[in-house]
């Protein structure tokens, strides 16, 4: 049995009353790095390892220009993104379960960004598949 993780954007938060309080650019507005339906998939086999190039070009679906989302083909994830989710995508990855007796499915996870001003929310899902 192998296993991959599906990463997708499920929804973008922003807080300006935060932004005008705390930030150095007060109308920074919402993350520009990933949109909602991004969609991103890691593997970790003998041809690839996406996780420890921080899933650079691990997009697979995204209504944006790639070239300009984090994951795509030229950056990799956001570092404060990356942070929140590579735990339970390295665990997908090496087929553990994800969160269990939290989640309804322990192979998903739902996690955010630690950016307390305009979080990005992601669904992540380890998938078992056979080996061809």
Known sequence: ????VK????DKKLYPELQQAYCMNANAGV????HIGDTF????DGE???FWRMGLNTLVK?????????????IPHCSEAWDAIAR???????????????MKD??????CCSDGTRPVIFKIQRIDYEDD
């Open 7 to 10: 990463v997708t954007v499920i």
């Open 1 to 4: 049995m192998k296993h991959k």
């Open 31 to 34: 993350c520009p790095c990933y």
């Open 48 to 50: 690839r390892d996406d």
């Open 88 to 102: 339970y995508i390295y665990t997908g990855l090496q087929g553990g379960s994800i969160m269990r007796n939290w």
């Open 106 to 111: 322990e192979n998903t996870m739902i996690a």
């Open 62 to 74: 995204t209504d944006a220009d790639p070239d300009t989302v984090a994951g795509g083909p030229k």
């Open 41 to 44: 998939m890691f593997y970790r």
